[in-house]
């Protein structure tokens, strides 16, 4: 059993691969042996890896979650904001979050992508959805990318936790240059 913060370790690790006790430490606001401790449990837990210093996300070994897993990175696909990409043969590809799903739709087999409302948890159509980009929300992949079906929200979320409000063709662009692509990525 995981405590919330060793959860939010967890996602940290996820977005990060990697965390030092002292990245643990200053992130969450803990002191050095509670660092330590939830360390110690994740690695318990099976979910990390020790390392030389601190933890590493252990890598998927359990092929039984595949349909859980993003396609494009490998995490797990984040329940807080799936991305699910349709390609034109009807098959699905689920992205771990926006990030990953914008990372891939720009690819030609794409014919349409749903992204889940960061709010509602509903699921909208991504090319007509508001995105927030960068902002101060670690949800998962770096740069954070939340998905919002209003722009209002998108906006009053920015008020809060910054970063900058995109359709979703400003929100590739920005993606690909941030990540320094050449241009869009393979989606399958
Ligand atoms: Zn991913
Ligand atoms: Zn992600």
Redesign the pocket.
């Known amino acids: 059993m995981l405590t919330d913060r060793q959860e939010k370790i967890l996602e940290w690790l996820q977005a990060h691969r990697t965390a030092s006790i002292e990245e643990i430490r200053a992130q969450f606001a803990v002191s050095t042996a509670t660092a330590y401790r939830d360390a110690r449990a994740l690695v318990q837990s099976g979910m990390a890896l020790k390392t030389n210093g601190g933890v590493r996300l252990a890598p998927p070994n359990d092929s039984a979650h595949a349909e859980s897993k993003?396609f494009?990175?490998?995490?797990p696909v984040n329940d807080r904001a799936p991305f699910v990409i349709q390609l034109q043969d009807g098959s699905q590809r689920r992205?771990?979050?926006p990030?990953?799903g914008l990372m891939s739709i720009s690819h030609p087999k794409v014919a349409t992508a749903l992204a889940s409302d960061f709010l509602y948890g509903r699921m909208v159509n991504a090319r007509q959805a508001t995105f927030l980009f960068g902002s101060s929300v670690d949800l998962?992949?770096a740069p954070s990318v939340l998905c919002f079906a209003s722009e209002a929200d998108a906006q009053r979320f920015q008020a809060g936790f910054g970063g900058q409000v995109f359709n979703l063709e400003q929100a590739v662009v920005e993606l690909n240059r941030v990540m320094s692509l050449p241009g869009p990525s393979q989606a399958a």
């Open positions: 993003c494009f990175c490998g995490a992205a771990c979050c990030h990953c998962c992949c």
